[in-house]
């Protein structure tokens, strides 16, 4: 079991940029696959990005130009780095820790599917006006 804290949120105007970040606890060796992702307002809750223990990353489609996933060596920490915002980029944003990764064949890799996910923080609001 891992604890997850985020930080970094907040309110910017279209095209800024913030850089969150997500403070990992507890057996990070059991938990090879690191992600966040985001819930805006009547919405479900989605992947925005994974990273394994290998720094492979995963993204979604229409963000991967944007925002970069990354983490410190030690696996201590977790980040959002989010360019160019936009008002539809508002939302609550989570870090979460996987105790697994998943197969294509023999690629392993790391789902942006979140019932894959065990922990959770307790998420960091981004508010972006136009």
């Known amino acids: 079991q891992v604890q997850l804290v985020e930080s970094g949120g907040g309110s910017v105007q279209a095209g800024g940029s913030l850089r969150l970040s997500c403070v990992v606890s507890g057996n990070t060796q059991s938990r090879p696959c690191m992600a966040w992702f985001r819930q805006a307002p009547g919405k479900e809750r989605e992947a925005v990005a994974t990273i394994g223990t290998d720094g492979f990353t995963n993204y979604a489609d229409s963000l991967k130009v944007r925002f970069t996933i990354s983490q410190d060596n030690a696996r201590t920490t977790l980040y959002l780095q989010m360019n160019d915002l936009k008002p539809e980029d508002t939302a609550m944003y989570y870090c979460?820790?996987?105790?697994?990764?998943?197969?294509?064949?023999?690629?392993?890799?790391?789902?942006?599917?979140?019932?894959?996910?065990?922990?959770w923080g307790q998420g960091t609001q981004v508010t972006v006006s136009s």
């Open positions: 979460a820790a996987a105790d697994s990764r998943q197969y294509a064949g023999r690629l392993a890799y790391c789902s942006r599917t979140e019932l894959y996910y065990n922990d």
